[in-house]
């Protein structure tokens, strides 16, 4: 794909101009896109489940993460006018660009959020030098979410923002107690602490997406909404609500000793969850420390934030795929891809991906952009952390970020949801699939699953032409958290007369390269099993797919044999091996799964090395060692050695 000008790729963001360059680069090519008053953007035909003049305003609020902060930190932006004009038509009750006032749940609720900061941050540029009306406008339109109804999330902060916005302005639709009500509600999400024992004496700062009931805890935990909502809070109620103001500074500083394990050496995040459209926003939280000017705790230090959000930036530098031609973020991860996305991911959803440029709030003399950038702290934290609030054992061996995971799920019916969820791992380099439909393995792509089929022939229990793959894991445990026997243990029951124990084992050294899986099933009917590793980059050194599902066809790197599948490409190694215990023979047969294009959140066309074999009814167990060592510099060196460290399972778990 040709791209014009564009300064985010290859640009090297090592600097705080190379910072403001790169969000000048996302917010230019906006510009074709804007309509004559401003208010509406149109850069896309795709659908959502809201109405077309929301999907307008989503693709004109959302870029002001960034330009707000660009510059309130002092920086300067002549395309700042559009937006400027924009809130001036947008709010006009009488004009052709309104964007109408908010109902019940109403998408327009969710923009509320940036336009609300961007009138707190820089009132100057956005409000102050609009005429009379345009302001009365600009508060009532910020004033309709308030007194609605409102989902039980997240969501909440958004009406908080409103209110600081129409505070900050002295605006009398300024509502006290509806913002009291709304932060007393937020704080019954948060999380009671831990230590590193479990018990309840050291906070992580980690609050759940809604009521007790939500088991999500991803990124909208931390980046995409809470985190930098609270620290932004901070920032503007320092005066006002010293108390919570402190508590919330406090609350990051926590969180940050969690959060740094969700990115790798290079700054690639584990991709986990949902909406992972939103890219770079991951790493928000890090970028909002910046903003609101709050130090981390020791042992990490301001060079270290930098790195976070410095590294992961870069990250993104060489992604010409996230790009049409036109210079526009297009919907998906890595590549342009509509089949991961949820029912709310419109044509200027990505832009939420502008909360990254927050850290440019911080003017050039904060030691935020003064400190010399600092590597990930390999010398101060261990590789392996246990993080109980969001299930997770966080894992950094072999060259690989990855983290296990068991006791999360979607509390409703999004798009995928399984796949973003409840997967046994996720990994900053191989990334998770979505699946196409659920006839075969290729459309189901179960990577980091094990995928169940009854094949009890001539039964009325017999549901053979699909697959069952975990979607709510039962009684999910951390278990010896602290020690270096830590692992995870879970339960799910496909059928009613089957159940499914999982003990999942990260590697046992700082070198290895595999992590352990250990499944007791008990069944009552014949089974097809199919488990699945990590998905790989699916073409070979000679070009071609690694293996052609249509007739086989089998390029160098590509191995499938009795007890063990391996691809080997420019995307890295990876593969799985069956290990024989008590009483299985360890002789699945290997199986290359072409799955289907656009399964794999970062690889277009993906491998997925897997593991077939039935099981009789009674009580079989499955043993299964992961393999994963991602390439560096596009070059997959030294795998051989390190997949012959087969582990054997440790005796304190037997």
């Avoid at 360059?21 to 230019?28: E, P, V």
């Avoid at 500083?253 to 959060?259: I, K, S, V």
């Avoid at 700082?510 to 014949?526: A, M, Q, V």
């Avoid at 249509?550 to 990876?574: H, I, P, Y």
Wanted: net charge negative; with cysteine; aromatic share 10%.
């Amino acid at each position: 794909m040709l791209l014009g000008t564009n300064d985010f790729l290859d640009n090297p963001f090592k600097t705080r101009d190379d910072v403001i360059k790169g969000c000048i680069a996302l917010l230019d090519p906006l510009a074709s896109h804007t309509s004559k008053g401003g208010a509406l953007l149109d850069i896309g035909s795709t659908a959502t489940h809201y109405d077309v003049k929301a999907v307008a305003l989503e693709a004109f609020a959302r870029p002001l993460w960034g330009l707000a902060s660009l510059l309130a930190g002092g920086a300067k932006y002549e395309g700042a006018e559009r937006w400027v004009k924009g809130f001036n038509s947008g709010t006009d009750p009488k004009g052709e660009e309104y964007w109408g006032e908010s109902m019940d749940k109403d998408q327009r609720m969710v923009e509320m959020s940036p336009l609300s900061f961007a009138i707190a941050m820089a009132p100057e540029v956005f409000y102050d030098n609009q005429n009379p009306e345009a302001k009365k406008n600009i508060c009532a339109f910020l004033q309709s979410c308030i007194g609605k109804r409102m989902p039980d999330t997240n969501w909440l902060w958004f009406r908080v923002f409103a209110n600081l916005a129409l505070r900050t302005v002295g605006s009398d639709f300024h509502n006290a107690e509806q913002m009291e009500k709304d932060l007393q509600r937020l704080e019954e999400f948060q999380l009671p602490p831990h230590d590193k024992e479990g018990n309840d004496s050291a906070s992580a700062g980690w609050s759940r997406d809604g009521p007790e009931d939500v088991k999500q805890l991803d990124y909208y935990s931390s980046s995409f909404a809470i985190q930098p909502a609270q620290m932004i809070y901070a920032k503007l109620a320092a005066k006002t609500d010293p108390e919570r103001a402190e508590k919330y500074r406090q609350r990051a500083r926590d969180f940050l000793a969690d959060f740094v394990y969700y990115f790798s050496d290079d700054g690639a995040a584990i991709p986990f969850g949902r909406s992972m459209v939103y890219r770079f926003a991951v790493i928000a939280t890090a970028s909002t420390m910046a903003l609101a000017d709050i130090e981390p705790a020791a042992p990490l230090t301001w060079g270290h934030v930098k790195g976070l959000v410095l590294r992961h930036l870069r990250y993104w530098n060489d992604a010409n795929d996230i790009f049409r031609s036109d210079s526009t973020l297009n919907i998906g991860y890595r590549f342009d891809n509509m089949n991961m996305t949820e029912n709310y991911n419109a044509p200027g959803s990505p832009y939420w991906c502008m909360k990254a440029f927050l850290c440019l709030a911080a003017p050039a003399s904060h030691p935020f952009w003064t400190s010399e950038e600092l590597s990930w702290p390999t010398d101060l934290l261990p590789l392996t952390k246990s993080l109980p609030d969001p299930s997770h054992i966080m894992c950094r061996q072999g060259d690989h970020t990855f983290l296990l995971s068991s006791g999360q799920a979607p509390h409703y019916a999004m798009r995928h949801g399984p796949a973003k969820y409840c997967k046994f791992s996720y990994s900053s380099s191989f990334g998770f699939c979505c699946p196409t439909g659920d006839m075969d393995l290729g459309q189901l792509s179960p990577d980091s699953m094990l995928s169940l089929k009854d094949i009890s022939q001539g039964t009325e229990s017999c549901d053979g032409e699909t697959w069952r793959i975990r979607r709510n894991p039962i009684d999910a445990k951390i278990i010896g958290r602290g020690s270096d026997k830590v692992h995870l243990n879970s339960k799910w029951k496909p059928w009613k007369d089957v159940k499914v124990e999982t003990w999942l084992l990260p590697p046992q050294n700082e070198k290895s390269n595999y992590y352990l899986r250990i499944h007791k099933i008990k069944t009552d009917r014949k089974l097809l099993s199919a488990e699945g590793g990590w998905t790989n980059y699916g073409q070979g050194q000679d070009g071609r797919a690694l293996i052609q599902s249509f007739s086989g066809l089998m390029s160098k790197g590509g191995d499938q044999e009795q007890g063990w599948s391996r691809a080997v490409t420019s995307g890295g190694a990876v593969g799985l091996v069956d290990i024989p215990y008590k009483g299985s023979n360890g002789k699945r047969q290997g199986q290359l799964v072409q799955i289907d294009p656009n399964s794999n959140v970062i690889f277009s066309r993906g491998i997925l090395p897997s593991l077939v074999g039935e099981i009789e009814p009674g009580e079989s167990w499955l043993v299964t060692a992961i393999f994963g060592k991602p390439s560096k510099n596009g070059k997959t060196e030294g795998w051989e050695e390190a997949w012959k460290q087969i582990p054997e399972v440790p005796s304190w778990i037997q």
